[in-house]
């Protein structure tokens, strides 16, 4: 599974998330007393992180949506307990991916096996500049991205949450473990069976 300019643990196509700009204290400050513009610059700033953490581990927009809109409004409800001088991200991951787990397994639901066109990713990030890869490459790298998120929406719930937040957020072996509420040996083999069951599905994706 090892592709030139990744880890030899990560998957084809993954890309870890570059470090987001931090968001102002005043912003956050203004989320805590609930005014409008803070709460509208706070949206802007972590929207397409929520979302796009959601739509990886649900692979349905749809349910992304709903699960996007369900954690701004729990950080309506809990502004007031915001601390300013810290990093929100951290706190709306964890919430997110609660969100998800919950949707697993009140509703059992199947994650669909549609891939998540990257054009449509919030994750994907801006056109590559003048200088960068042809068009041919960027249809070729789209058709391995998709193929990859197809294959990881056919991984038991409790083995893609792990790839994609250790392979699309970054987040090591401990942090996931904090989150998922499992201990780090139990996250360190469910990310080596993914990995092993994403290396089956994705054995004609070429580097």
Not at 54 to 70: K, N, S, W, Y
Not at 149 to 157: F, V
């Amino acid at each position: 599974m090892t592709e030139p300019g990744h880890s030899p643990e990560q998957p084809p196509g993954a890309g870890r998330r570059t470090h987001a700009a931090p968001i102002p204290s005043a912003v956050l400050e203004g989320v805590r007393v609930g005014e409008s513009e803070a709460l509208a610059a706070f949206f802007e700033a972590t929207f397409d992180g929520v979302y796009g953490l959601a739509l990886r581990m649900l692979g349905d927009r749809q349910l992304a949506e709903d699960v996007t809109q369900e954690v701004f409004l729990r950080v309506l409800r809990a502004g007031a307990t915001l601390d300013a001088a810290r990093d929100p991200r951290p706190w709306l991951r964890t919430i997110t991916a609660n969100l998800c787990r919950d949707h697993w397994r009140s509703f059992g639901a199947k994650v669909t096996q549609r891939s998540v066109p990257v054009d449509e990713d919030p994750a994907a990030g801006p056109p590559v500049p003048d200088g960068g890869p042809t068009p041919e490459d960027q249809l070729v790298a789209a058709d391995r991205a998709g193929r990859v998120q197809a294959a990881l929406a056919q991984l038991p719930p409790d083995l893609r949450e792990v790839v994609v937040l250790r392979d699309y957020e970054g987040l090591d072996h401990a942090a996931i473990a904090r989150i998922v509420d499992a201990s780090e040996v139990a996250v360190r083999k469910r990310y080596s069976r993914a990995l092993a069951r994403l290396g089956e599905l994705l054995q004609d994706v070429g580097p």
